[in-house]
């Protein structure tokens, strides 16, 4: 199967920040906490982009890895770590042919990032490819727009 080229590059990916303004207090922030929480770690940030989540939960001193399939927005993404003296795992990948080298209790895909995927046969590839990230009783949680 052919990958769609990502559309997070340019002039998107560099003004991604901007565009999304203070994010600091978005209620999913909390919400993802709380399943970390609740769930544990190590946690995995499909579609991480620049940071929005990753960088704040490592900064409260969270296992996070995260992955993306923008090699501009990952860029940006550490830069931001460095500024912060933070070391992320960051990987750039499309979420259908994850491969990592760990496996996670939690996988979070915020900012409905699963619906960026809109091929069937695509979206059951990434299922499998999360599924197989799973610690034994892990949990994938997703936000989706409807």
Not at 34 to 61: A, F, M, S
Request: with cysteine; hydrophobic share 40%; charged share 25%.
């Amino acid at each position: 199967m052919k990958l769609p080229e990502y559309e997070y590059k340019g002039l998107m990916a560099e003004a991604w920040d901007v565009l999304r303004g203070d994010t600091s207090n978005w209620a999913d922030r909390y919400f993802y906490l709380e399943i970390i929480q609740k769930y544990g770690q190590p946690v995995l940030d499909v579609g991480c982009g620049t940071g929005r989540l990753l960088l704040d939960y490592l900064q409260e001193g969270i296992d996070v890895d995260g992955v993306d399939n923008s090699p501009e927005m990952l860029a940006i993404c550490q830069h931001k770590a460095d500024e912060l003296k933070l070391e992320p795992n960051l990987y750039e990948q499309y979420v259908e042919d994850l491969e990592l080298p760990r496996k996670y209790q939690t996988i979070l895909i915020p900012s409905s990032s699963l619906q960026l995927i809109i091929e069937p046969e695509a979206v059951e590839q990434a299922m499998r490819r999360l599924y197989n990230h799973l610690l034994p009783n892990g949990i994938v949680v997703a936000s989706i727009m409807t």
